[in-house]
């Protein structure tokens, strides 16, 4: 019943239908009980007036015996043009000259009419023309009916109430009932959608329910689509998996069968060294440009081929590794690689110990140094950090230079994803773009995680790594 549910707008709807009906039916029968009463009424008053007019003896100017005890209270009677009583109790009271006044004006007609007499109410009266042009008014009191339509209405607003609180509580509890198949039905998809389906051998083991997965019902039709929707994703999935197998494998089987012969031409560009003063220039350069493609490509290579081993399982050698000593190190490797750069690094004075394998997260960390080292202009700052946050140590890699676009900051851990646009590049050679996507892949076979934020005149990478023992 929360807001903007279907249970709730089902209920509300019913309910409000509902009273509408029941609202209807009572003010059609407030109106019926009307009617009749008003025509027992005109009966009523048609008889007396019959009994009266047909009573009457002697001058004009005298009044007929309106009956004896018994007779209806509030009877008028009244002869326009010479005088009247009503009746209260066993006695004829005189009528007011306002009540007269009214009276006076009444034309005659065949149908009873409702009046309203000063200080007597509402009356219903027929106006009777009889011998001697004479017209007799007759009128008994509303009082008896209005009361009857009151305590009718009253009865009937009550009766009202109640069904619609009855509707609302029989309401709630069928949509509840008819809606537990889709509650079931959501509460199955919402498990799928926490299944992790982005990469490796995924197995999708939820499914709908039989009973909710009936052709008969239209919840079941749903559920069985869903069903179906389920299979063709698995086997998607299954499919998928099975393709980036293949992929891997003849990644990882043609980085192997690259590196020999690419070994050979590295060597054989080396040896042409010595004899390169006497070749033609263009032969020269050739040769130098040869050399240096082929150790780009070794490079590319060797990113590759680990990025393959890491794909395929944890290709790490997890142990105790102090933090403080190896990130001292690779901020004094990058000292040297990078003298033109202002290079800082805080630590704690304790020990930091995380369960690593050494020769790779020392890789990482010396990708981020060079990353920074390589992408901002002379003279830029580099601050490497060390702290503890909870379970975690996290280390980070800050610099002042001009930032990662907008554009691809969200995708620098994936393959080949370059920033040479606005990160300026200061090495000779070019990226593989394959550095940050290693740095994503071994962080993620320690159980850690990396993350950027960037923005002009301040990028910061964080790595985050579970401390040994924790």
Not at 23 to 45: C, E, H, P, V
Not at 304 to 317: E, F
Not at 344 to 356: H, I, K, N
Not at 383 to 397: D, H, K, M, W
């Amino acid at each position: 019943m929360a807001p903007g549910t279907l249970s709730r707008q089902l209920v509300l709807r019913v309910t409000a239908l509902v009273a509408v009906v029941a609202i209807l039916l009572s003010a059609l029968t407030a109106l019926a009980m009307r009617q009749i009463l008003l025509g027992q009424l005109d009966g009523q008053l048609q008889a007396t007036a019959s009994r009266l007019i047909n009573s009457g003896r002697g001058p004009v100017g005298r009044f007929p015996d309106a009956g004896g005890p018994g007779q209806a209270q509030g009877l008028l009677w009244y002869v326009q043009g010479q005088g009247g009583f009503v009746q209260v109790e066993d006695t004829h009271g005189v009528l007011t000259d306002a009540v007269m006044e009214r009276l006076e004006g009444l034309e005659p007609s065949r149908q009873p009419a409702d009046v309203r007499l000063p200080s007597l109410g509402d009356y219903r009266v027929i106006t009777q023309q009889v011998g001697g042009g004479r017209v007799v008014i007759t009128g008994l009191p509303m009082a008896q009916v209005t009361a009857s339509i009151f305590a009718i209405v009253a009865a009937t607003a009550t009766l009202t109430l109640l069904a619609i609180l009855i509707a609302f509580l029989a309401a709630r509890s069928v949509v509840e009932r008819s809606l537990r198949p889709l509650a079931r039905l959501a509460g199955t998809a919402t498990q799928v959608s926490a299944l992790d389906l982005r990469s490796g051998e995924v197995a999708v083991p939820v499914r709908v329910d039989e009973r909710d997965a009936d052709p008969r019902s239209e919840v079941g039709r749903v559920g069985l689509a869903f069903n179906h929707m389920l299979d063709n994703v698995e086997g998607a999935l299954a499919a998928r998996q099975r393709s980036e197998t293949k992929v891997r494998q003849f990644v990882a089987d043609a980085s192997h069968e690259l590196r020999n012969p690419l070994a050979a031409i590295r060597g054989y560009a080396e040896l042409t060294r010595r004899e390169r003063a006497e070749t033609p220039e263009t032969t020269a350069h050739a040769l130098g440009r040869i050399e240096s493609e082929s150790i780009r490509m070794s490079r590319l290579v060797d990113d590759l081929l680990l990025l393959a081993r890491l794909d395929a399982g944890p290709a790490i050698a997890s142990g105790p590794t102090v933090l403080n000593s190896l990130l001292a190190d690779a901020v004094s490797d990058a000292r040297a690689a990078g003298p033109d750069h202002l290079w800082s690094l805080a630590m704690p004075q304790d020990e930091v110990v995380a369960r690593a394998d050494r020769h790779r997260l020392h890789q990482v960390v010396a990708n981020l140094l060079a990353n920074a080292r390589t992408h901002t202009p002379a003279g830029t700052r580099v601050e490497a950090g060390l702290t503890v946050a909870g379970p975690e140590a996290v280390i980070t890699v800050r610099d002042d230079g001009p930032g990662v676009p907008p554009d691809i900051v969200d995708h620098v851990f994936e393959r080949f994803t370059r920033a040479e646009t606005s990160r300026v590049r200061r090495s000779g050679t070019q990226s593989t773009g394959l550095g940050l996507a290693i740095v994503s892949a071994v962080m993620e076979a320690h159980g850690g995680s990396v993350s950027v934020e960037s923005r002009p005149g301040a990028t910061c990478f964080t790595l985050r790594i579970p401390l040994a023992g924790r």
